[in-house]
């Protein structure tokens, strides 16, 4: 069946009825009761998609909600190589296999960040807008229903068994209002969620992604034909660092910056300058901003309603990582819903605690402390950049990197290996100090003159 009339089907009432008459003798179904979970999923990126999908292959009645289909969040785009496996993304959606990264500190010194790469292994580009219609289409094949729509509020239900009201203005045709009834809620909406504000969730420190794409001319795109760059320094981000990544025509060059939103321009001009020859000529195609989460919220699950993705915070400090966090979340929290209703004919806030919070901390908390770490020691100056860059060049180092980020595992160190590293790193701090400095210096007189 063509993708199109796939997602016809699951919008069509037949469909509807046919799901809900399936779930009632399934796994989602209340023991001893005829009627599936209810469940809105507010937001359609890689998160609230993937817990639609399964909510709905368990067989709940899901309401997956996105106020703008057809947009995507600025994103460099990486995805590490066990996500195309673990949730069976088609190769034909890749626009590059990077095999080569590489990573220029602030004097431009560079560390080739390849050298350790497994054989056959390559660090996949995609677009985000080709992604999460995927992900979105998938959800509606497994019986989601797809509603078109700004959430506006919340209302939150009395009692335990009373149904959460899920307020909204259609997106689809006319701009009617909606009201969803359903017994719980999954808040997947973005770091500046509407859901996490209802129910009280916390706020947290936000960055700013800004990010160009530039149509390059032929020579100049087949320079980064497998090719990543990253660009760190005080001139392309005070606490992160810049980027070109390549897709399909074009070229993703951007930064972020949680400590200088108001200078956001001018740190894009500081990695345009960087990139300097390797993207002039090119043609700016278009131009996004979106904010990003710099931790974990201070609550994600009050009640039924349970957070995943950036409205839960789980985008990395140091590498700014979250499309694969937030896949994996949404799908352990629509399996955690699933589940407790299947064996219990509830969900509940320590249900969604056990089954959905316990199981997302017992895998990844360690590894997003460790990258916490690793961007408050290197990120605070050119010194520690400096530092960063010449470790990458190790290929200790990068072998370590890659068990980590390609395939989602910290894998124990090599005791010898490590305190080798250990005494590199404090060689390294020292030395580059003296660069660190004299860049900074050099910096300040640029920006004077």
Not at 412 to 433: K, Y
Request: net charge positive.
């Amino acid at each position: 069946m063509a993708p199109a009339a796939a997602a016809a089907c699951c919008h069509s009432p037949a469909r509807l009825a046919v799901s809900c008459s399936a779930a009632a003798s399934s796994s989602a179904s209340a023991p001893g009761s005829s009627r599936p979970l209810r469940v809105a999923v507010v937001g359609g990126g890689p998160a609230g998609a993937s817990a639609a999908e399964a909510l709905a292959s368990s067989g709940a009645r899901t309401f997956l909600l996105e106020r703008s289909p057809a947009g995507a969040k600025p994103c460099g785009g990486a995805i590490p190589l066990c996500m195309l496996d673990e949730f069976a993304i088609p190769r034909d959606l890749v626009d590059r296999r990077v095999t080569r990264m590489r990573v220029l500190s602030p004097s431009n010194l560079a560390a080739d960040f390849s050298r350790a790469l497994p054989p056959g292994a390559h660090i996949p580009m995609l677009r985000r807008e080709v992604l999460d219609s995927f992900l979105r289409r998938r959800a509606a094949e497994a019986g989601a229903e797809l509603v078109p729509g700004l959430v506006t509020s919340l209302s939150l239900p009395a009692g335990p068994a009373d149904p959460y009201r899920v307020h909204y203005i259609s997106s689809a045709g006319g701009q009617g209002r909606g009201v969803l009834e359903v017994d719980a809620v999954v808040g997947a909406d973005g770091a500046n969620s509407r859901v996490a504000r209802e129910v009280g969730a916390g706020d947290y420190t936000t960055a700013i992604a800004f990010q160009e794409r530039i149509r390059l001319p032929d020579a100049a795109m087949a320079y980064y034909d497998d090719l990543a760059e990253m660009y760190v320094g005080g001139d392309v981000s005070p606490d992160f660092y810049g980027w070109v990544f390549p897709k399909c025509d074009h070229v993703a060059v951007g930064t972020g910056t949680v400590a200088a939103k108001p200078e956001i321009k001018r740190l894009q001009s500081g990695i345009r300058a960087r990139a300097g020859p390797k993207v002039a000529g090119g043609r700016v195609v278009k131009v996004e901003a979106h904010p990003i989460p710099e931790h974990p919220r201070p609550r994600r699950v009050v009640g039924r309603v349970a957070l995943v993705g950036d409205a839960a915070g789980y985008v990395t400090r140091c590498s700014g990582e979250g499309i694969y966090f937030a896949a994996k979340s949404g799908k352990l929290c629509g399996q955690a819903m699933a589940e407790e209703w299947a064996r219990t004919g509830a969900v509940t806030e320590a249900g969604l605690r056990r089954g959905y919070l316990r199981r997302w901390d017992d895998e990844y908390l360690l590894m997003f402390r460790f990258l916490d770490l690793l961007q408050r020691v290197f990120y605070g100056g050119n010194a520690g950049r400096e530092a960063l860059v010449e470790m990458c060049a190790d290929e200790y180092v990068q072998r370590r990197t890659f068990e980590s980020y390609l395939y989602k595992r910290m894998v124990p160190g090599e005791p010898w290996g490590d305190l080798r590293l250990l005494w590199r790193t404090v060689g390294s701090m020292v030395r580059c100090g003296v660069i660190g400095r004299e860049v900074e210096r050099l910096r300040r007189l640029e920006l004077q003159a």
